[in-house]
């Protein structure tokens, strides 16, 4: 079992910054790759970016390429998204979730645990 806490959003206007963060505890953290994902209302959950442990896999919609950056501290047990150029279709909220290894990225069904989520509200 690997828990998950989000942090780091916020209100934010169009072509602001924030910084998201996601602390993971449990055993094997290891065998986990860690996705975000986000969820606007009435809609599914959508697949932003995701990392392997060893950061040797390393995924972006492509919708979020070149402004987003994901990147893991395993000293920390922490995973963090930059992201940059921030438009009104970023918003909602996000979420970060745990995936074994021989899981798919994008594919939320697959996740198998999932934080609380974090509200990023970015006004035109």
């Known amino acids: 079992q690997v828990n998950l806490v989000e942090s780091g959003g916020g209100l934010v206007q169009a072509g602001d910054s924030l910084r998201l963060s996601c602390v993971a505890s449990g055993r094997a953290l290891i065998m986990y790759r860690i996705g975000w994902f986000r969820q606007a209302p009435g809609k599914e959950r959508d697949f932003v970016a995701g990392i392997s442990w060893s950061e040797s896999y390393i995924d972006y919609a492509d919708s979020v390429k070149g402004r987003f950056t994901i990147s893991r501290d395993n000293t920390k047990n922490t995973v963090s998204r930059q992201m940059d150029s921030l438009i009104p279709d970023d918003t909602g909220v996000y979420y970060c979730?745990?995936?074994?290894?021989?899981?798919?990225?994008?594919?939320?069904?697959?996740?198998?645990?999932w934080g609380q989520g974090t509200q990023v509200t970015v006004s035109s």
């Open positions: 979730g745990a995936l074994r290894s021989s899981g798919h990225m994008s594919n939320a069904r697959e996740y198998a645990s």
